[in-house]
Nanobody
């Protein structure tokens, strides 16, 4: 059993910052990568940023420079620092963990339930 839980969403004004946190817990054998995705109303879920187990990072082109992904590998946590937020950043942000479990030893994707970020004046 694996759980992925996000926190840190909320309502902010344009130009402000927000930091999201995510923790994966349970019967984890190892984590290959963790990342953040978002889904705005009426749009498909899309990648925001990902970080691999060796620390390599990937960002959606339009977000690099404003968003920064980081991790605490020892705690199975990933963070997303979001600066200069804009109204178009409003979305539900989902944490993803690609990991393998102790029992199955097969890598799978696990998702959190999402945390809402609203950017509005």
């Amino acid at each position: 059993q694996v759980q992925v839980v996000e926190s840190g969403g909320g309502l902010v004004q344009p130009g402000e910052s927000l930091r999201l946190s995510c923790v994966a817990s349970g019967n984890i054998g190892g984590i290959n990568a963790m990342g953040w995705y978002r889904q705005a109303p009426g749009k498909q879920r899309s990648v925001v940023a990902r970080i691999t187990n060796d620390g390599a990072t990937y960002y959606a082109d339009s977000l690099e420079g404003r968003f920064t992904i980081s991790r605490d590998a020892a705690k199975n946590m990933v963070f997303l620092q979001m600066n200069s937020l804009q109204t178009e950043d409003t979305a539900v942000y989902y944490c993803n963990a690609n990991l393998w479990t102790v029992d199955l030893r097969v890598s799978r994707n696990f998702w959190g339930e999402g945390t809402l970020v609203t950017v509005s004046s």
